[in-house]
C-alpha cells in the first residue's frame, strides 16, 4: 500500500523546492522540525487543514480534494530577514506556479497568501508562512491513490 | 525598603563571585550574563540577557546601544526595570 496522498504530495513539492538558489537543500516534511543555524534559510513543507466532498452516489465514494499546504520560509537575522525571506517566497511561489507532479499525476496548484511572524532571539528569527491549495481526487476508501 | 535593596545588590553582582564586566563604550557595568537555550517558531537559538543595577542602566537605549561582553558585540533590544532596582537587559547579536 502507497502512501497517504498527503505524504505523496508533501514529498513531491519537497523534491521540486530542494536545490533552490536560497534554501538549497535544507528542505523538512515535518511541521515540528526544530531548525538549527546551520538549516537556514530553509523551508517546512506541511499539510495544514483539507476540505472534501463526496462526488458519488455509490459506495464506496469519490472525494473530491481541497488540501491547504504550507511551504514556511524560516530564516534568521541581524539584518536583512525580510529581504531574505522574500527572495525565498519568490523562489518557492515560481516553481509551485500552476501545477505539481505527484505519483506521475498533474495536480493543480495555486497560491492562495501567506502570513507573517518574527521573534527575537540571539539573532531576529522570521517566518513567511506561505500556503497554497492543492486539488485532487481520491476513492474514498483508497487515500493512497490519485485518481 | 527600596534603598536597602539597592545597597545590596553590589553583593549580588560582585565580579568576585558570578558577575561579570559588560563595557557600554568604555564604561564598564557589572551584572550577570544568560545566554541559555531558547527556540521560536521552532528555530532553536539562545536567549542573551544581562542582569544589572537599575542605576547602570541608564541611558541604554534599545535598539541602538550595544554591550561587549566576553568580547563579543550585543545590542540591546530590551531594558527591563523591576522596580526594585535591578534591569534585565534583553540583548542580540550585534550586525
Sequence with gaps: MANHVHKQIRDAVKTALTGLAT?????????????????LPGLRIYADEETAADLSMHAPGISERQLTLVVEAVAKAVSGL???????????????????????????????????????LDKPVGVKRMTFTVSFYTAANAPDVLI | MIASLEEDLDV?????????VALNGSTPISGLFDNGYGASFDVAGSTPSFTCKSSDATGLNPGTSTLTIRSSSWLVVGVEADGTGVTVLRLQEAA
Design chain 1, 23 to 39: 534554501t538549497g537543500s535544507r528542505v523538512w516534511t515535518n511541521r515540528l522540525q526544530v531548525m538549527q543555524d546551520a538549516d
Design chain 1, 82 to 120: 525580510d529581504d531574505t525571506l522574500d527572495q525565498v517566497a519568490k523562489e518557492v511561489e515560481t516553481v509551485l506556479a500552476g501545477t505539481i507532479t505527484v505519483s506521475g499525476k498533474t495536480l493543480d496548484i495555486a497560491y492562495t497568501g501567506m502570513r507573517f511572524d518574527d521573534e527575537p
Design chain 2, 12 to 20: 549580588f553582582l560582585s565580579t568576585a563571585d558570578f558577575a561579570e
